[in-house]
């Protein structure tokens, strides 16, 4: 569903008094103090908590989480909107959160900004061969490699929506031969598109490189698998950017082995973070990033935020608001 934010939205004033949300916070990863300090950008008064306990639940409006609290959202009886801090939604859990509440997820251009920088990072780490000149510069081996042009490299993007779209467009812009795939037919300027369970199978057998940023739903948990693994061109490089549980991770060991994968990049992982013990630390093929593919910075997505506030606060649907139990 893509509602979008009107010119009036974007340009309304950052302070407005009529509305004045009890906001609960809840995360691992972000800074409650960045989030406040955005917050009071847009909003004259307001209060904000990052303890279940300390106000009265009953007066709680919006839960701005990354993931639900121990104690869970049940207390917040008059709750109008949960918030996602992330892209996703997979780690909120949505069938413990109540169904008349609305979820809605983060789209922000500096996430999306981050995300393509990232792909292009690790795009160009495998077109340029470093991942290559990197081991043999630890066995002190200088041997020429001659570079090609991005032209004769062909990225597959798996997931074409805010995200991955705005990563296959990048790619194309810099001259890289980019397909992509997802659940519905896409018209992406200058670009290949497939749908579908053949339509997979065509992207996979022509990349070179395989990019993963799908959102993690049941049809798409461990979609990264021996099964698809046998799709792919010999030595293809893979690099996930969604979700851990996309990845079989035993199953890319063995690709990697049997040569079919020559070598991955992996932002996310089943457990995260990844054991100390899990052979992918110290795997000459695999690079592990701590998930940091994607960043939000509180005063940019703020201002989506605020929006999806103002919209609950006065009964309106959200923007970018989950459409449950759709099978994808
Ligand atoms: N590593 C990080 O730091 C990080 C940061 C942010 C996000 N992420 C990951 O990136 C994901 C994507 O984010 P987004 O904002 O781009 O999501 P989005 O806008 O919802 O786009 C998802 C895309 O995947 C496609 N898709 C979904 N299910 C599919 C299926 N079963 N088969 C084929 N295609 C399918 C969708 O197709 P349709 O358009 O046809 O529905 C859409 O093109 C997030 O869910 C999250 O897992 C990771």
């Known amino acids: 569903m893509a509602l979008k934010m009107s010119p009036n939205e974007r340009l309304r004033e950052p302070h407005s008094g009529a ?3 009890n906001i609960f916070f809840h995360s691992s990863i972000d800074s409650p103090e960045e989030w406040r300090s955005a917050l009071a950008t847009q909003f004259e ?9 300390a106000n009265n639940p009953e007066k709680v409006d919006i839960a701005l989480i990354w993931t639900i609290p121990n104690e869970g959202l049940e207390g917040f009886r008059n709750l109008k909107a949960v918030l996602s801090l992330g892209a996703g939604t997979d780690q909120l859990e949505l069938g413990r959160l109540p169904k008349h509440v609305p979820v809605a997820r983060l789209v922000d251009p500096s996430l999306t900004r981050t995300m393509v920088d990232y792909a292009k990072t690790a795009v160009y780490r495998y077109h340029r061969r470093f991942h290559i000149f990197e081991s043999r510069s630890r066995g002190r081996n200088w041997t020429f490699v ?19 779209g705005n990563i296959a467009l990048a790619l194309h812009r810099e001259g890289f031969e980019v397909r992509g795939w997802s659940r519905t037919p896409k018209e992406l300027r200058g670009l290949k598109t497939y749908t579908g369970r053949d339509g997979l199978k065509a992207l996979l057998g022509s990349s070179d490189i395989v990019l993963n940023v799908l959102p993690l739903t049941d049809e798409t948990r461990h979609i ?11 030595r293809t490089c893979l690099i996930n950017m969604g979700r851990g549980d996309h990845l079989v991770e035993a199953d890319l060991l063995e690709a990697i082995a049997s040569r079919k994968i020559e070598a991955a990049t992996l932002d996310v992982a089943t457990v995260e973070p990844l054991p100390r ?39 309106q649907p959200l923007l970018h608001q989950v459409v449950r139990n759709r099978i994808r």
């Open 277 to 315: 013990t899990h052979p992918f630390w110290n795997h000459r093929n695999i690079l592990i990033t701590p998930h940091v593919a994607g960043i939000c910075i509180p005063i940019s997505a703020v201002q989506t935020i605020a929006v999806n506030i103002r919209r609950a606060m006065t009964g």
């Open 224 to 234: 990264l698998s021996r099964e698809l693994f046998a799709q792919f061109r010999d």
């Open 146 to 164: 001659p570079p090609t042009l991005t032209a004769s490299t062909c990225v597959g993007v798996l997931g074409l929506g805010e995200i991955g």
């Open 19 to 21: 509305i004045r949300p």
């Open 45 to 53: 008064t307001f209060t904000f908590s990052a303890d279940c306990k």
